[in-house]
């Protein structure tokens, strides 16, 4: 039976419950439910350099989970350097907070071999590899020089930025051709897919489109669609026990009726954090009907402590949540409460029911799950309405939720507030179609949808 090898930067048990995080979550409800082996970083950087790096292998339910630690060289290279100070930020749009080095690149492609390596002493002829996100864009190309030919996808979970973008990372041209090492490429937007596509035609004047099929370096490849979801009846169940119902109560006591608003999102400069607490004290001095009628709860947890952009971002969220709530709070009221810490998935459904609205502003993001599970946490009855960033894969699916531009601070505040004074019957009918396209998305069909593309590869494939 062919096997299904899913490779992603971070490995998490999921018998240890989902961290934080989309991909993590994503993956670890996908495989759940299909089996396979996970291969990947287990987290652990090396103390001692000359000890060499190892791998460990241990079940978990249906899966076998394959890692690895990483040097202290390689975490600095491969992860906090070309990952997440080139790649990250040049993604999403942000070249100002590019940080190059040649040395990080080349540590990123040797991470990349050494992964494929490992790989091909596992590997049996009807395999189907799945590569997740942009740390390993290389590790096809390198499988294949490993003598691999078996179906290969990759799925890039944040944006792909326009050529005019992309052509500023120094290793873009090395990045696109290796891209075509794979059989199936997906994106979580068409604007995403249109981008490679326009890229590499610009590199490659033999590239050519056929419907789904995109031909350039020597090889044709399905570049693709697959928008990503959650678990839908997952989430939903967890929004509605006996165990939520005391959470959102000793809320709704705590809060005397106020209107809560809530945003969950990873501590990243890429999710408009600034800008949303500015938009919450925009929203304060436009309709201040509010002071003492609404709490805003942001919860933060950091990610990437390491990187210096994420400290920066840190202090600025404690400074700014400080100054909003000095100058409005009341001896018995403030507007923001900012919470820089994890929850159980079971608590932030029940903190997401018991919220009237959702801030929801990245400046740019592939999908973003959080619009899905507010959506999936509401009571139907009684639903409460997401503001959503434009700039958000998600937005180009939930076109009931209040779209707004996050970078216009009286534009959001403006749709907050609508989205506070928005009528039960007009919110009962856009929750309706919200579901539907939440549904629509779950993350089992997005898996089954991507996995069907590869299967066919398998059955095309003579062993
Ligand atoms: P992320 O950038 O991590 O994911 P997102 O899709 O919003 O963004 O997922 C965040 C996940 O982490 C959600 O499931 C959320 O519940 C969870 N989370 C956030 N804060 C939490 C907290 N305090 N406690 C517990 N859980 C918390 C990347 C891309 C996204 C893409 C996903 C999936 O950047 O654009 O949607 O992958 O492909």
């Not at 040395?103 to 590569?131: C, E, F, Q, S």
């Not at 997906?186 to 590199?203: A, K, N, P, W, Y």
């Not at 999936?376 to 009931?400: C, I, N, T, W």
Request: aromatic share 8%; charged share 25%.
């Amino acid at each position: 039976m062919s096997r299904l090898i899913v490779v992603s930067n971070r490995v998490q048990d999921p018998a240890a419950g989902p961290g934080v995080g989309g991909l993590a979550v994503a993956l670890g409800e996908a495989l759940n439910s299909s089996g396979g082996i996970w291969v990947g970083w287990n987290g652990h950087v090396e103390d001692d350099p000359t000890l060499p790096v190892s791998w460990q292998e241990e079940r978990s339910g249906n899966l076998t989970l394959l890692t690895t630690s990483l040097t202290q060289e390689e975490h600095q290279g491969y992860y906090l350097g070309f990952a997440n100070r080139v790649l990250w930020p040049a993604f999403h749009y942000r070249l100002d907070l590019v940080d190059y080095t040649n040395a990080h690149t080349r540590v990123y492609g040797a991470v990349n071999r050494r992964l494929a390596m490992k790989i091909a002493t596992i590997l049996k002829p009807d395999d189907r590899i799945w590569i997740h996100d942009y740390h390993l864009i290389p590790l096809a190309a390198e499988l294949r020089a490993a003598g691999c030919g078996n179906p290969i996808g990759y799925f890039q979970h944040i944006p792909l930025p326009p050529p005019s973008i992309l052509t500023a990372v120094p290793e873009y041209s090395w990045l696109v051709r290796a891209l075509f090492a794979y059989d199936v490429v997906g994106f979580q937007t068409e604007t995403d897919r249109q981008h490679l596509i326009q890229q590499v035609c610009q590199q490659e004047s033999a590239a050519t489109v056929d419907g789904e099929y995109v031909t350039a370096f020597g090889r044709s490849t399905r570049v693709k669609s697959y928008p990503i979801g959650i678990d839908v009846d997952r989430f939903g169940d967890m929004a509605r026990t006996a165990d939520a119902q005391e959470i959102i109560d000793r809320l709704h006591r705590r809060n005397l009726n106020r209107a809560q608003v809530i945003g969950v999102d990873r501590l990243d400069y890429s999710k408009g954090l600034p800008e949303r607490l500015e938009s919450v004290r925009r929203l304060l001095e436009l309709y201040p009907e509010n002071r003492g009628a609404m709490t805003f709860m942001q919860i933060a947890p950091t990610s990437r402590g390491a990187v210096d952009a994420y400290v920066d971002l840190h202090e600025r969220l404690d400074s700014l949540s400080g100054e909003i709530n000095s100058k409005f709070s009341d001896f018995d009221w403030t507007p923001i409460r900012y919470i820089n810490r994890q929850f159980p998935r079971e608590t932030l459904a029940a903190l997401y029911r018991a919220s009237r609205a959702a801030l929801i502003t990245p400046l740019r993001d592939g999908m973003n799950l959080v619009a899905h599970e507010y959506v999936v946490a509401q009571d139907p009855e009684d639903p409460g309405m997401p503001v959503l960033s434009r700039f958000a894969g998600a937005a180009d699916y939930m076109k009931d939720a209040v779209l707004i531009n996050p970078y216009n601070i009286d534009e959001t505040a403006i749709a907050l507030q609508t989205a506070l004074q928005m009528p039960l019957k007009e919110r009962q009918r856009r929750h309706e179609r919200l579901m539907d396209v939440v549904r629509d998305l779950d993350v089992s069909r997005w898996s089954s949808r991507f996995l069907n593309d590869l299967g066919q590869l398998v059955r095309a494939i003579p062993s």
